[in-house]
């Protein structure tokens, strides 16, 4: 789609808030509210659940079809839907016309509403072009490039360019940076003991790299990293990269003691 | 099936191999596979059009598979070698056991042959007194420890060093108690020699293949060792076990396909041996074997072909799934519980032994994608694996609680409306409860993630409650 | 019905034809026929003393070496100070290849013997049917001129390479074989040799000389 000639402005984007954000970690919607509206978007939020991917990759079919058909009727106003995951982008934009393949008529709704899903930061800089973010983050971080929004969508330098414009955060390597940290969804639940050596490995990892902070595009990736990290007693905080780009690093991380009243 | 499959059990297996001090040793070398892929794709920087030339070349033999396993046969047939088919593992075993036993074969020299264990060969052979003897340094050493392979290209990945001369020196009983093998290099020396007197006196040399060529009937094994080709070259008798996804056009197609082969393997730009035979030894020749013998098999290829599943024909054995995946890496090529591991074999398995009893590893598997970046041959592994859940999940074959669990939240996720109000009310009461820590150690219903992690406390109101209360939307 | 017979049944009925469509005994025709070559790195390409270049580059890379004699009545001098300088026998085992007969090799200490190996020759020199600059790859045709055991058994394996018989590819070599051999034919067989032996299969430590020859000495004969 040639974003260009189709979409006028103001752009309207629908906010696909992923199911993780909008139950355990709103902050991480505000954030995403708040960078695409200083990029000059509208965000609309249509009333939603989920992109269907537990069912999906349970093996049920009829489910992920019968969540998809709302999901594409809730944001038919919008120009984009942005989602601050990879893993819910890549449903949304790679997996949902493969759904259809036997309905002809949807197959084409759904390719055309694929066509304007995009993950969060990669849309902010390879569709909106930005360049930079205005944000302080005092610390040392390392980012983890979640498995779905690198290989299915490419999204890998979009959030190092951004992270380096952050004043005061300086980022370090972090070895295997592309390794799966064992989250997989119902995975880390239905094999815990293999999901459990895969993300003690990554902990390490993100040990030795000498971060205080470790940073990644997915929810599901980072409540695995931080708990995980938790358990073990290491002191490394976890935030998403949203909320790091949208200056709102102040915040208690994910699985920290709240600071003040619930919103 | 002729090996029993513990791929059932495959949690089990799981825990016993995270639980295995000595192959958790081993398990890391594994992943040396990773670096040196990476140097020889960007070494060449024609890699990712030889990926789709070789993708291109296996869709279109596999689409006309039924006219050049015909010309093939003919191909072979011309050269003075001899094709038989058989459908399934009884058969290929019967022809092989009835080749052996009308030479008075006592011993078959083996090159690597994955084919070999997928049909239980070597038991067979043994049941029949006739010695089945592993060439492979890999395989040799498994085979002294009564083990199956643990990789598709690396079959000793899981022994260390250490193991090796344990094995050696409980083995080789006729060498000096007190001899050297503190370097890798005399363990090499050890078994060469050992094995150069076995491939000498051997009656019937097996190989698998990895390529069939219809345009000449020629077979390809590709070696480092160069054992595969002794095997095929010292005794009397040659015989190829194949199965019927091997076959390729030409010989120009195979070109493109050694190019992605090894490099997606070791990281080698081509092996070390290439060897191509066609037909037994001719007229004036001073060696090679006098009978030549295909043994073609289908054993449930030819019901893969035109379905979901056909994108896994196309697989040219290199092991890069598995070299680059973080399940096989934690637990290694035993745990699977079958004869092929790592993603490929979480495909194939199901397909080959039933999804009943394979059904364990389309599961077991994040989609983390790594495998298909690095298939030389694009296969879409965790597509191909999503396919295997769909059908155990129409099948009723999906555990209960899972289903259960699928099923009680497909219902809230399909009413957005109740789906925000129940959660909304949810999260709050989760928020108050956990506010103080910030995070669950145990929280019922969530045993299986708080087991081994601690789970982040909800910030309480959800995204959308908070959203629409603040733009003044009705709820 | 046959094995034969039903698994073809089966390929067929998976495929929906019946084996006698037209289009479809055309399309394998045609490609067996012309046997297109794909993709072919620039790599092997160049000038000839580029291919020659390539070629001794990547065969060192793959742990061979490399020497380059003017003629082939130099060769038996350079395997013999090969053999000399690293310590082993002064013996030689080759085949009936008169490119390897003519050499004087009366001219060196090297003891000669001829025809296949046993499997006790410790040094064998094999004449290549070609060369393949892309990967430093040596081709070798069965047969008495020379016998494939000698690329294989002895622990130190010589070759002599015509510079003229260095091509780009391996699909220049396919080209050579049909050539020699006719469409469709081939040589009992054909052993593609890249390097020295090896074995990683002990913690994934490169070893030379697993099964095959220790040492690869590559004597390419008549620079351009």
């Known amino acids: 789609m040639a974003e260009s000639e189709a979409v006028k402005p103001p752009i309207r984007v629908g906010l696909f808030v992923t199911c993780l954000v909008d139950l355990l970690r709103p902050s991480v919607g505000f954030a995403a509210v708040k960078l695409l509206e200083d990029a000059g978007c509208k965000v609309i939020v249509p009333s939603q659940s989920c992109c269907g991917q537990p069912a999906f990759n349970s093996g049920d079919r009829p489910s992920t079809q019968a969540i998809a058909r709302r999901t594409i009727d809730a944001f038919a106003g919008c120009d984009y839907v942005v989602a601050p995951s990879g893993s819910c982008a890549g449903m949304l934009a790679k997996h949902y016309p493969e759904l259809f393949v036997d309905e002809p008529e949807m197959a084409i709704k759904a390719t055309a509403f694929a066509a304007k899903c995009f993950e969060l930061v990669s849309f902010l800089v390879d569709r909106l072009g930005v360049k930079r973010v205005s944000a302080r983050y005092e610390g040392v971080a390392a980012y983890h490039d979640s498995c779905s929004g ?41 094999y815990g003991e293999l999901s459990d050596a895969i993300v003690t490995r990554k902990s390490a990892k993100i040990d ?41 690093g102040d915040d208690p991380a994910i699985g920290e003691p709240d600071a003040g009243a619930a919103s | 099936m002729s090996l029993a499959a513990t791929t059932p059990h495959f949690k089990d297996n799981v825990h016993e191999a995270l639980t295995d001090a000595r192959l958790q040793r081993a398990l890391p070398h594994a992943r040396n596979f990773i670096a040196t892929r990476a140097a020889a794709a960007a070494r060449l920087p024609e890699f990712e059009a030889l990926r789709d030339s070789a993708r291109a070349i296996k869709d279109h033999t596999l689409a006309h598979l039924d006219l050049y396993l015909e010309t093939y046969e003919r191909k072979v047939t011309q050269s003075g070698g001899h094709v038989h088919w058989a459908r399934d593992t009884g058969e290929a075993l019967a022809v092989i056991l009835d080749l052996c036993k009308a030479r008075g074969a006592k011993s078959v020299a083996k090159g690597k042959s994955m084919v070999s264990e997928e049909i239980g060969l070597n038991a067979a052979l043994e049941g029949a007194g006739i010695a089945a003897v592993e060439t492979d340094l890999g395989e040799y050493i498994i085979q002294l420890r009564g083990e199956a392979p643990s990789h598709i290209i690396a079959p000793a990945i899981h022994v260390t060093r250490d193991d090796v001369e344990a094995d050696f020196r409980r083995f080789h009983r006729e060498l000096p108690a007190d001899r050297d093998l503190t370097q890798p290099e005399q363990l090499l020396a050890e078994a060469r020699a050992i094995l150069r007197d076995k491939f000498l006196s051997a009656d019937i040399g097996l190989t698998g293949a990895n390529f069939l060529i219809a345009e000449t009937g020629t077979s390809i094994i590709v ?17 190829v076990l194949a199965s019927l996804d091997k076959l390729v056009p030409t010989l120009n197609d195979a070109a493109q396909l050694l190019r992605v082969l090894a490099r997606s393997a070791t990281g080698q730009d081509l092996s070390v041996y290439t060897t191509l035979s066609t037909g037994p030894r001719r007229p004036g020749d001073p060696d090679g074997p006098e009978e030549y013998h295909v043994v073609l098999l289908d054993n449930g290829r030819s019901a893969m072909l035109g379905g979901q599943f056909a994108d896994m024909l196309r697989c040219i054995r290199c092991g890069a799934c598995m070299n680059h995946c973080p399940v096989y ?31 364990q590893l389309p599961n077991a598997s994040t989609f983390c994608g790594r495998c298909e970046a690095v298939c030389p041959m694009r296969i879409p592994l965790p ?32 009413r957005p409306g109740l789906y925000r109000f129940a959660t909304d009310l949810a999260m709050r009461a989760l928020h108050l409860i956990g506010r103080s820590r910030g995070r669950f150690a145990w929280l019922p219903f969530a045993g299986g993630w708080t087991r081994y992690r601690d789970l982040a406390a909800p910030q309480g109101a959800t995204f959308q409650a908070r959203w629409r209360a603040k733009s003044g939307a009705v709820r | 019905m046959s094995a034969r017979d039903d698994i073809l049944a089966l390929v067929r009925a998976s495929l929906h034809v019946s084996g006698a469509e037209a289009p479809r005994r055309a399309a394998v025709a045609s490609r067996l026929a ?115 055991t000698l690329n294989f058994l002895p622990e ?47 913690e994934q430590t490169i070893l030379l000389g697993a099964h095959g020859p220790r040492r690869l000495h590559i004597v390419v004969v008549g620079q351009p």
């Open chain 1, 150 to 190: 690198l290989r299915e969508l490419g999204v890998r330098d979009q959030p190092r360019t951004l992270l380096a414009g952050v004043e005061g955060l300086r980022m370090v390597e972090l070895a295997e940076s592309d390794v799966c940290c064992g989250f997989g969804g119902t995975f880390a639940v239905k």
């Open chain 1, 208 to 248: 030795a790299s000498g971060a205080d902070t470790l940073i990644a595009g997915d929810l599901g990736c980072l409540l695995n990293m931080a708990g995980k990290m938790q358990r073990e007693g290491r002191a490394v905080k976890a935030r998403h990269v949203a909320e790091v780009l949208a200056g709102m």
């Open chain 2, 223 to 239: 070696t480092n060792e160069g054992n595969g080709d002794l095997a095929q070259t010292l005794p009397k008798v040659h015989v």
């Open chain 2, 329 to 359: 890496h934690a637990v290694g090529g035993h745990a699977y519980g079958w004869v092929y591991p790592g993603p490929m074999g979480a495909v194939l398995t199901p397909s080959l032994i039933g999804v009943e009893q394979g059904g």
């Open chain 2, 383 to 414: 597509n191909l694996m999503r396919h295997w859940r769909e059908r155990e999940f129409e099948r009723h074959l999906t555990p209960a609680v899972v289903r259960g669990g699928i099923g009680f939240w497909a219902f809230f996720a399909k």
């Open chain 3, 34 to 148: 012309e046997a297109p070559v794909g993709v072919v790195p620039q790599r092997g390409q160049g000038t000839r003393s580029q291919i020659l270049a390539t070629f001794k580059a990547e065969a060192e890379r793959v742990r061979a070496t490399v020497a380059e004699v003017a003629s082939a009545a130099d060769a038996p001098a350079e395997i013999a100070r090969f053999l000399r300088e690293n310590n082993l026998p002064a013996t030689l085992r080759h085949g009936s290849d008169p490119r390897l007969a003519s050499l004087p090799w009366s001219a060196t200490a090297l003891e000669i013997s001829h025809g296949p190996s046993d499997g006790d020759d410790v040094n064998a020199v094999s004449a290549a049917f070609a060369a393949i600059a892309e990967t430093g790859t040596l081709a070798l045709v069965s047969g008495s001129d020379n016998p494939t």
């Open chain 3, 156 to 202: 130190n394996h010589f070759v002599l390479v015509f510079a003229e018989d260095v091509v780009g590819d391996m699909e220049s070599v396919v080209a050579r074989l049909k050539a020699t051999y006719g469409q469709g034919a081939m040589p009992r067989a054909v052993n593609f040799v890249t390097g020295p032996s090896r074995s990683a299969d002990i």
